[in-house]
């Protein structure tokens, strides 16, 4: 999944050692706010410290984030895992509407039969045994 907007928070990064392996890790937490009429946010995380550096994601930049949601559960209780796996700097937000994949096939020609609306049905005639008013 993509996400373009601007990064308004860079949170501490965190780091330990593995009790599995013995490796230390580190991640650090961004959140991006896509713009709009609402404006939507994410935090996202991006793991490893060589990737972080490589990164280098700044305040207030502008970018395209590209992510992986996973969950996971601990003690009985659901999470979200958004990780990043690659930045693109320097495009412009994507106009509201617009799909971010091209289509598949051209679409069929439209039935008449699955007109979105009925067809208009003409006023009964004068004196017609049909009174409603609507």
Same mark, same amino acid.
């Given at each position: 999944m993509d996400l373009t907007g601007r990064i308004i928070?860079?949170?501490?990064?965190?780091?330990?050692?593995?009790a599995r392996t013995g490796n230390s890790w580190m991640s650090q937490d961004y959140v991006i706010e896509v713009p709009g009429q609402y404006p939507r946010r994410c935090v996202f995380r991006i793991f490893g410290e060589?990737?972080?550096?490589? *990164? !280098?994601?700044q305040m207030n930049e502008d970018l395209?984030?590209?992510?992986d949601i996973d969950a996971h559960e601990?003690?009985?209780?659901? *999470? !979200?895992?958004?990780r990043a796996f690659n930045i693109i700097r320097g495009q412009v937000a994507p106009v509201a509407?617009?799909?971010p994949f091209p289509p598949a096939a051209p679409a069929a020609a439209p039935v008449a039969d699955a007109a979105p609306?009925?067809?208009v049905q003409e006023a009964?005639?004068?004196g017609s045994s049909d009174d409603l008013p609507f």
């Open positions: 928070a860079v949170l501490q990064p965190q780091s330990g050692v593995s060589d990737r972080i550096k490589q *990164f !280098n994601i395209t984030v590209q992510f601990y003690q009985g209780r659901w *999470f !979200n895992d958004i509407g617009a799909t609306f009925p067809p009964p005639a004068e």
